[in-house]
């Protein structure tokens, strides 16, 4: 089949690999010229495991390029997937400037029957407003072509992308055309295979699933936070409540981690935006808010942990911190705790050497070149000198470290487990102070 995707970044870049692999002819359209051409040179602008070697074996294969014009992925593709970003404006509501221009980008070049296929994240009622101005545009140029508009949320998972997009746990379509609906059937049958995820809905109800999959999570995770806060004061451990709360399978254990907070390009906008559709609607999400509150405190917590250890002495102290990502297996650092703790403690004059496996890039790229910023080539490094260590992200090469070399390296033996990776009783032991998160009982 013949594909078009608007938008060739974390989404746009796995969804047309993946369609390609399976044997689809796919052209990925950006607006962003040094994007296109570093993908047109066989660079890859981000780091997914796994998506360099299927781009490369693609575009090899001549079933995937990328362009910027948008002119000839109009008239190639008979669906043409919207996957820009969706980024928050200034008051939390999903800013949908991107998703319209191209809307309009595709109707003005649009010569024949078009299925239009909304994989970016936006609010209920945006596929209504796609078409009415694609049809406004149609009739700018006079004619009256038929098309549909197709809701087709993303489910993947940044780290672990191409897997969840080969095997989707469910692939959602929000569409009124039962004929469109057999199209991507069809489109999607080669990641169907196992058993059927195709889940087909009204467009409206597809774009809330979006946004419900994101707020539940988020809010597992802000529940859990709020209950490591809660077992700190109270001299309970959270790790022991998580493992007596998991083993119950109406709860499960995913997604019920205390930690320094969530981050990311989807979480913190989404559960934003979808506190504002409520507003728009007279609803008070007052569970939202919280949920959005919980976290942006959480995220706040390392530092305060940090500054009242070192008693609020923090000029010209060094720490070290390992993970700058958002989260393992990608350098995307969008809302990361990292950031938050950085910058606190650039704020009371502290020096950061930090080290992270793919994200120091992307670090370079958000902060520039600045004195109290040190990037070290191995999480080693990073401790030379520094009065204590910081976990953020809970890569695996952090796991399990040599905590007597990290001990000898540091000034003072102090670890800040921002993602409870260590055994406290352990470390203890080994002659560190150890500060988790909600580990009251030790
Ligand atoms: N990143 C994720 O893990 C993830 C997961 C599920 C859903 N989503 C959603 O998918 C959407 C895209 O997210 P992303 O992380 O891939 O965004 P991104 O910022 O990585 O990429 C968006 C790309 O769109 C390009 N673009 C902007 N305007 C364009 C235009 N008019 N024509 C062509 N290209 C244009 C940009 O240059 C950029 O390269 C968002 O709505 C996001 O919420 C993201």
């Not at 997009?165 to 929000?174: E, L, N, T, W």
């Not at 050497?353 to 790229?365: I, K």
């Not at 540091?410 to 580990?439: A, S, T, W």
Request: glycine letters at 8%; proline letters at 4%.
């Amino acid at each position: 089949m013949k594909i078009s995707i608007f938008g060739s970044g974390y989404v746009g870049l796995v969804t047309g690999a993946c369609l390609a692999e399976v044997g689809n002819e796919v052209i990925c359209v950006d607006v962003d010229q040094g994007r296109v051409d570093m993908l047109n040179s066989g660079e890859v602008p981000i780091y997914e495991p796994g998506l360099d070697v299927m781009i490369a074996r693609n575009f090899k294969a001549g079933r995937l390029h990328f362009t910027t014009d948008a002119k000839t992925a109009v008239e190639h593709g008979l669906f043409q997937f919207i996957a820009v970003g969706t980024p928050p404006d200034e008051n939390g509501s999903a800013d949908l400037q991107y998703v319209f221009t191209v809307a309009e980008t595709i109707a003005s070049h649009m010569s024949d029957y078009r299925i239009i296929v909304d994989k970016s994240t936006v609010p209920v009622g945006t596929a209504d407003e796609v078409r009415a101005r694609i049809a406004s545009t149609l009739a700018c140029k006079q004619g009256t072509l038929e098309f549909d508009v197709v809701s087709n949320p993303e489910f993947l998972k940044a780290g672990a992308a191409m897997n969840d997009f080969m095997s989707p746990d469910r692939i959602i379509v929000g569409t009124d055309n039962p004929r469109t609906t057999e199209l991507l059937r069809e489109l999607y049958a080669p990641f169907n295979r196992n058993h059927d995820r195709f889940l087909t809905m009204d467009i409206r109800s597809a774009e809330l699933t979006k946004y419900a999959a994101n707020a539940m999570l988020a809010t597992k995770i802000s529940f859990m936070n709020e209950l490591a806060n809660l077992a700190e004061r109270l001299g309970a451990d959270i790790e022991q409540v998580r493992h007596g709360i998991g083993s119950d399978k109406r709860i499960g254990y995913s997604f019920i981690y205390a930690g320094c907070g969530y981050g990311g390009s989807c979480f913190p906008k989404d559960v934003n935006a979808l506190a504002r559709s409520a507003n728009e609607v007279d609803y008070d999400a007052e569970l939202l808010k919280a949920v959005e509150n919980v976290n942006t405190r959480q995220k706040q917590l390392l530092f305060q942990k940090i500054h009242a250890h070192f008693k609020g002495d923090m000029s010209g102290k060094v720490i070290a911190l390992w993970g700058l990502a958002f989260k393992p297996n990608t350098d995307d650092m969008r809302e990361a705790p990292s950031r938050a703790l950085m910058e606190s403690l650039w704020d009371v004059g502290a020096k950061v050497q930090a080290y992270d496996p793919e994200a120091m890039e992307e670090s370079r790229r958000i902060y520039d070149n600045r004195d109290d910023l040190i990037y070290c080539e191995s999480p080693e490094k990073a401790l030379e000198g520094a009065s204590a260590l910081v976990v953020v992200t809970e890569w695996q090469v952090f796991r399990s470290p040599d905590f007597g070399q990290i001990k000898k390296a540091l000034r003072e033996p102090v670890i800040f487990d921002g993602r409870n990776l260590y055994d406290p009783i352990q470390l203890k032991r080994e002659g560190f102070i150890y500060h988790g998160i909600g580990r009251g009982s030790f």
